[in-house]
């Protein structure tokens, strides 16, 4: 999608009446936030301000929701970040407004500020399931299976206040926390990679400074965006039974597809079953070959704890996986900030992989050939 139709999509979501809006979008009342940079330095403009993501999920939301010939989507906002953004999250499913007994996939992006790459991903996930809904193409009919039999949900930017203040006077900050404020301290964020309440600072893969870029805050969940994340994922159990299958991290970068743990080398600790290791190793190995990326346990790389993913498999039982995107190590190819002129070659590497993920989600079991053993 060009920048010219995003800012489009922007005019015309502010032309829609109040009426036609709320039926796209459902939210809480945010707090008056700051007002964000209007674009990104001069070279990335292809990226996605908060406002042109913002604007394009409306349109997404407008185009195939209520009222329309494939009414796949919903709209709504899961909380707020800390100045005050509502954080969008759109739902993809034949019946998005019904709760339905199928297996949900949990897809997040923008954890780190500076990972702009990410955001682009999770939008062009969107894109995908639902321009291709309803074709009668091969990808077409790959598409409409899975929306039809599944529940999707994809939130393009968990860290808006900190990716907006990454790009903010028109320059790059390297930026990598989100922008609250640390009682006692007057060093700002938290890194929300490290907040999660499996493991937390258990192992010396995270700093108890304020003034790290892996802060990890003075306690689990500190962050309000991963208290927003955590309490819609545990809104997800139902009769005490997670509707979440898998969880897909974006980050960048590395060309890497991780798998817990992050906080120990140990292939199967005593908190994994070897069942659950094979089946993760099957499907990392199957993204990998699909994408072009590496698959191996997140410790490999090096420890850290608190994160993200060892919580949802270790405290929820959810298989998660984190994607580090392009560049690849030592490529000098731009690093947390490569050329906008990737960006649709860089996502669209990844549809079969995501495809092949979201097909696994009744029963991940199935990709170590474990299905009669844990799947009915």
């Known amino acids: 999608m060009t920048k010219l139709t995003n800012r489009a999509l922007a005019l015309l979501t502010t032309a829609l009446t109040g009426a036609a809006l709320m039926a796209a979008v459902v939210a809480p009342a945010a707090a008056a936030a700051p007002a964000d940079p209007l674009e990104f330095p001069a070279g990335y403009e292809g990226y996605h301000t908060y406002p042109e993501m913002t604007a394009d999920l409306r349109q ?147 700093s108890g400074k304020p003034g790290s870029a892996r802060y990890r805050g003075q306690y689990p969940f500190q962050a309000v965006e991963n208290q927003a994340l955590r309490d819609f994922i545990l809104s997800r159990r139902i009769g005490g039974v997670q509707q979440i299958s898998e969880v897909l991290n974006v980050h960048s970068y590395g060309k890497h597809v991780l798998y817990p743990y992050g906080y120990t080398k140990e292939d199967v600790p005593a908190d994994m079953t070897a069942d659950d290791h094979a089946t993760f190793v099957a499907m990392a190995r199957k993204m990998a070959s699909l994408n072009g990326y590496k698959a191996m346990q997140g410790s490999q790389m090096y420890i850290y704890d608190g994160d993200f993913i060892d919580w949802a498999y270790g405290d929820q039982h959810i298989f998660a996986f984190t994607w580090e995107l392009y560049p690849g190590w030592g490529c000098g190819c731009g690093g947390f900030r490569p050329d906008d002129a990737v960006i649709a070659s860089e996502t669209a590497r990844n549809q079969g992989a995501a495809l092949y993920l979201f097909e696994q989600a009744a029963c991940p079991y199935g990709a170590a050939n474990l299905a009669p053993q844990h799947c009915s």
């Open 60 to 206: 997404v939301a407008t185009d195939y929701g209520a009222g329309t010939a494939h009414k796949i989507t919903r709209l709504f906002s899961i909380g707020n970040s800390f100045e005050g953004r509502p954080l969008w999250a759109i739902k993809i499913s034949d019946h998005p407004n019904r709760d339905e007994a199928e297996p949900e996939i949990l897809v997040e992006c923008n954890m780190h500020a500076r990972e702009h790459l990410t955001a682009e991903q999770c939008l062009y996930l969107v894109h995908t399931l639902t321009r291709n809904y309803g074709r009668s193409t091969a990808i077409g009919k790959r598409v409409t299976k899975i929306v039809n039999t599944h529940e999707i949900y994809i939130i393009p930017m968990l860290n808006p206040d900190g990716a907006m203040f990454d790009i903010s006077g028109g320059v790059f900050h390297g930026w990598r926390k989100n922008r609250q404020t640390n009682p006692g301290s007057d060093k700002l964020g938290i890194d929300l990679n490290r907040n999660w309440g499996y493991k937390w600072a258990c192992c010396g893969g995270s």
